[in-house]
């Protein structure tokens, strides 16, 4: 069930999302000016990340609307996010249909992304619709700004968090994990190779292999400075050690179009603090000519 609240002075569209009476997710659609379109930019924000806070971290959904595309920002709740993949992928490949139909944006011209494990979900979304006999919107790129792509790598990491003796999210996802996919990775490979977009131990990165005809945009901030100090691991545990590692099979597989995007001590939480997980790392002239450059000849 969908309810739907637009403010065409403001150019925004909310449309909620309901399952049983309750409200689990929502978008938040920025409209361009004039009401021709450019195309459709998807953002997927990070686990329990709603769309005004991505918005305050990042300057592109603003900038991109003013370019004239129609940008559409997705929450899910974390029992969406963590619990289903399928459900969520569903409700992923819905969303694209009834906003592409909705705002009118052209044909062919849809790219879809996001920050963190919403950059995962980005990647996974268009791994299924390269699959032969998909029926979801293909997009014409994807990107992912420092995401998580190996689940095992990522449960691996947090069993080391853990081990530190930090809880918190490290405690959440592990927890989750066993939960969805029968236990830790060493056990059950299958599962957190199906449940990856990049999988560093199968042929061909796994599911990534989808990726080989198709723009990827990956951003990171590279510091591993900042990793050891703050954090007290090496990049190998990082989002860094996936992004690198599934570009560099792209471009094995012969895909000249998958790059690995750096932006060095860039990366900023809203409060001012340095963190390279930050979506703020992302520079909006680079990122909307990529856009651009890919759209154009569709």
């Keep these: 069930m969908l309810l739907t609240v637009i403010c065409p002075a403001q150019q925004y569209d909310t449309v909620l999302y309901r399952t049983n009476g309750r409200v689990d997710g929502y978008h938040l659609a920025l409209l361009p000016a004039g009401g021709v379109s450019k195309g459709l930019l998807v953002f997927i924000p990070g686990a329990s990340t709603e769309a005004d806070d991505m918005m305050k971290e990042t300057d592109l959904p603003v900038k991109a609307q003013a370019a004239g595309y129609t940008v559409v920002i997705t929450y899910l709740s974390n029992r969406v996010f963590f619990d289903s993949a ?12 009834d906003a592409s139909a909705k705002y009118k ?22 791994e299924k619709a390269m699959m032969p006999g998909s029926k979801a919107i293909k997009p014409a790129a994807v990107f992912g700004v420092d995401p998580p792509l190996d689940m095992k790598r990522l449960y691996n990491g947090y069993q080391r968090v853990l081990a530190a003796g930090a809880g918190g999210e490290a ?20 599962a957190y190779e199906a449940a990856s977009s990049f999988y ?21 901030d590279p ?9 007290n691991i090496g990049v190998e545990w990082t989002n860094l050690a996936d992004t690198s590692a599934c570009i560099a099979t792209l471009r ?3 895909n000249g179009k998958a790059e690995l995007v750096t932006n060095l001590g860039k990366g900023y939480l809203p409060d001012g ?7 703020s790392q992302v520079q909006a002239p680079e990122f909307l000519g990529w856009v651009a450059e890919v759209l154009k000849g569709i």
């Design 86 to 97: 399928n459900v969520l992928q569903t409700r992923l490949e819905q969303l694209v249909k």
């Design 105 to 126: 944006t052209p044909a062919g011209k849809f790219i879809i992304g996001g920050h963190s494990i919403g950059g995962h979900q980005a990647m996974i979304y268009t």
């Design 171 to 190: 405690l959440y996802v592990t927890t989750r994990f066993n939960s969805i996919y029968g236990g830790p990775p060493e056990q059950f490979p299958a």
């Design 200 to 220: 560093r131990d199968a042929a061909n990165g796994g599911n990534a292999r989808f990726l080989k005809d198709i723009p990827v945009h990956l951003y990171c």
């Design 223 to 231: 510091d591993v400075i900042w990793f050891v100090n703050e954090r």
């Design 252 to 254: 094995k597989l012969g």
């Design 273 to 279: 603090k340095r963190h390279p997980h930050a979506f």
